[in-house]
């Protein structure tokens, strides 16, 4: 049985958060931890010791958040803002709708997983209203059916997001 490796698409300024994030848990965080872990030992019994659990909590935490970076990074492929297009839309587009249930204004950024960030409108490829974007162009009325019910977009423009 093999598992199949996914590519991890990133914009060039989610890799480079995803970098800055790796080298400040390895030459940072791993430090402070290993400090916290050594000061609780020198206070004597750990088999009680909070402090001593929560710091080595803290760094299983770390070294998981490390491995998963690592491994996002091996398999990231990189999207140039020049390969995204405005026709359709895509991972690196910027879109902006209009939902025809509130009538609102709506501006998403289509991005990775790795990359989401739902509070300044940067939603995953792999999320309902993402993944329902992917291949519409202007004009394109799109229905997403959410837990809540079904939403109902037009797409107004398409354009590229500062990548």
């Given at each position: ?76 492929k ?25 009538g ?50 037009q ?9």
């Open positions: 049985m093999s598992v199949e490796k996914k590519d991890m698409i990133l914009t060039v300024a989610g890799l480079r958060k995803l970098e800055r994030e790796l080298e400040y848990l390895k030459m940072v965080k791993r430090r402070e931890v290993a400090e916290r872990i050594k000061q609780a030992i020198e206070f004597g019994d750990i088999t009680d010791s909070s402090e001593y659990e929560d710091a080595k909590n803290e760094q299983a935490f770390i070294e998981g958040r490390i491995i998963t970076l690592e491994k996002a990074l091996r398999n990231a990189v999207i140039d803002a020049e390969d995204v297009g405005t026709e359709e839309v895509g991972i690196g587009s910027t879109v902006r709708l209009k939902d025809l249930n509130g609102e204004e709506l501006q998403y950024t289509i991005v990775g997983s790795m990359e989401s960030d739902p509070r300044s409108n940067k939603i995953s490829d792999e999320s309902p209203v993402g993944r329902a974007m992917l291949g519409q162009r202007v004009g394109n009325i799109v229905e997403i059916q959410v837990p809540a019910g079904t939403l109902k977009y797409i107004i423009d398409i354009t590229r997001s500062e990548l």
